[in-house]
């Protein structure tokens, strides 16, 4: 079993949305950190949003925030991150990682799912 396996990825016009969805195995799910982050075309990783499995404590990056959610279903092991109002600067791969805002470079994370945002 993969320990953090990402889905939910498309292609989408600007303005739309896309629900991704992690599924981790082999952590203790209840007392968790989890982010979000995402590497466009040609760039490194950005980290977008963190979740705190324990009090559902929530931060994002400004660039996302009031449009990107993420959220957690603890009884799935499951973390969440709803996009809506997709620009085309949005695009890339973005990964679930085991990891906080502060923690999140040295943390595992998955293969990443694939966004395309275009008209």
């Known amino acids: 079993e993969v320990p953090l396996a990402e889905s939910g990825g498309g292609s989408v016009q600007p303005g739309g949305s896309l629900r991704l969805s992690c599924v981790m195995r082999g952590f203790n799910f209840d007392s968790l950190f989890m982010s979000w982050v995402r590497q466009a075309p040609g760039k490194g990783l950005d980290w977008v949003a963190s979740?705190?499995?324990?009090?559902?404590?929530?931060r994002y990056a400004q660039s996302v925030e009031g449009r990107f959610t993420i959220s957690t279903e603890n009884t799935k092991n499951t973390v969440y991150l709803d996009l809506k109002s997709l620009k085309v600067e949005n695009p890339g791969v973005y990964y679930c990682?085991?990891?906080?805002?502060?923690?999140?470079?040295?943390?595992?994370r998955g293969q990443g799912t694939q966004i395309t945002v275009s008209s």
């Open positions: 990682d085991q990891g906080s805002s502060d923690t999140w470079e040295d943390s595992p």
């Open positions: 979740v705190s499995s324990y009090n559902r404590d929530t």
